[in-house]
């Protein structure tokens, strides 16, 4: 019988929606702005998908850090060794991996972000191996598994054997919030192997051929951008470059919004956004995969929610990426929160990756 520590941070991902770029540190900021945990949400994902194998002896804690999840999803098989403070920390985290190392666990699955990771790996090293269920606003580290869903076919097949090393990158929040992204490789834990399966960690091109290919991507989306519509302009440095060539100074990290090649509003919420898509009928999405990852919406853009998508419409979204960065990546990935919205993805999307050209690229079902 396989032995899974369960540990969810009940806080993470608040600050993505409401524009925090980041929760640490922001908990009553992210609750002040309208922001609602989503940890135990997407962690009821996965644990829902297993309540019927038997063949798993759950090692967890109290309440909202894993015993509520459990036992909402019918899970009766577990042991509790941590009880949390009633409103949880990084410490809480620390205590309770090792808690759950200590009860003899082969695998901790834990549902966050970035600082969840690092806190976890912290307190454990390698010493077991650990597996994400996406829940941050980040998730620069590779220890994640693409969706809850994914996360569940993972634990089902979890071998010992079959494991790789995987980076945890440690983010620097108050830069990240000024609109500076510094990483630093935090440390190399081991995660299950599964090409597809487990994301890679994000990187960043910057070749002078990766600058000509997004100057290219910019011409081309300048010259067929519309009168009086509305762009909601995602996060990275491939956006970037087209409101740069409109003279619009870009939140590089952040979501912003332009129409008739003028800023509109910057560094937007979910809330904001909802709001101009329904000022505006006609409004538009251009967003940019992360680098070697691969995700089109999930990762460091949650302020473009599935409730957003859908009032835009899906045919109204405009993936752009360089040639570099889709040659890196196998698969893109959507996983927006709602099932049944990243089901109509279907299995191929259209990349603009040059001055008027484009390549469909396949999903990860």
Known sequence: ??????????????????????????????????????????????LGLLADDPGIHWITCSGSMGEGVLTRA?????????????????????????????????????????GTAR???????????????????????????VDPQVAAELVREFD????????????????????VLKTRLFGIARTPASPGKVQASKQVYEEADEERAKAAIAQFIDEILLPGTLYIIGAGTTTEALTRRLGIRKTLLGVDAIRDRRLVAADCDEKKLLALAEKYSDTR??????????????????????????????TKLIVIATP????????????????????????TIQVISGYRIAQRKKIHR
């Open 1 to 46: 019988m396989k032995r899974v520590g369960l540990i969810i941070n009940p806080v993470a991902g608040m600050g993505g929606s409401v524009g925090l770029k980041g929760t640490d540190g922001n908990v009553e900021e992210a609750r002040r702005r309208g922001a609602v945990p989503r940890a135990q949400d997407r962690a009821g994902i996965t």
């Open 74 to 114: 019918g899970i009766v098989n577990f042991e509790t060794v941590y009880t949390p403070d009633p409103e949880s920390t990084s410490r809480d985290t620390i205590e309770a991996a090792q808690r759950v190392l200590e009860a003899g666990a082969d695998l901790i699955l834990f549902c966050g972000g970035d």
């Open 324 to 347: 570099h960065k889709l040659a890196e990546l196998p698969y893109l990935y959507v996983d927006s929160g709602d099932l049944a919205l990243d089901a109509l993805f279907g299995d």
């Open 160 to 179: 010992l054997h079959k494991l790789r090393d995987s980076e945890v990158m440690d983010v620097d929040e108050e830069a990240y919030r000024n609109n």
């Open 285 to 314: 999405i251009i967003l940019s995969p992360i680098g070697a990852q691969g995700f089109i919406l999930g990762r460091g853009n949650q302020q473009i929610s599935a409730e957003l998508v859908q009032k835009v419409g899906i």
């Open 119 to 145: 806190d976890i790996f912290s307190a454990v090293g390698r010493t077991i191996p650990i597996l994400g269920i996406p829940a941050g606003v980040k998730m620069y580290s590779a220890v994640f598994a």
